[in-house]
Every structure is written in C-alpha cells, then in structure tokens.
C-alpha cells in the first residue's frame, strides 16, 4: 500500500497507539489531516481506520503509533474461534 498504492481504493487499517505523552484527541486529528476517519475504537486502546491508500504512507509516518495493520487480517471481536 505504500510503495504502490491504487489511487482510488480506501484502506482499513488498525492503529495501536503508542505508550508515550501524546494525547487521544491529538492523535485523532492527525489522523484526519491525513485524509483518515476513525471509524472504531477498539480494545486495548486500538483505533480502526479509514483513509485513501495513497495516503497510507503519510499516516505511518506520524507520531504516536506503535503499529499499524490492514484491518482484515486483525480480528478484535473477541472470538478467537476456539476455546481458550
């Protein structure tokens, strides 16, 4: 997605915030700055994400992110399908 985004697909991105001083709030309006909505706050303190792809690479870039995942290979409902 960053190296060669496709200029009109949107992407569904997990964000796990950062262990440091930045704010929730802050962290949500860069978030927006880079054309991004939040679109669910998750357990743990994760963040789901809309953007446009091609803005992927400027989202990853801003501060207060520890990772960032593509939404479809991380499941926060709870079920992990089996017994634990």
Known sequence: ?????????????????????????ALVAAIE???GTVEEQLEYGAIRVQLPERRVADLCSLAGIESVQTADVVSYTGDAGEDI
């Open 33 to 35: 700055v880079v054309s």
């Open 1 to 25: 997605m960053c190296q060669d985004p496709i200029e009109t697909a949107e992407a569904h991105l997990v964000l796990d915030p950062a262990d440091d001083d930045r704010s929730h709030d």
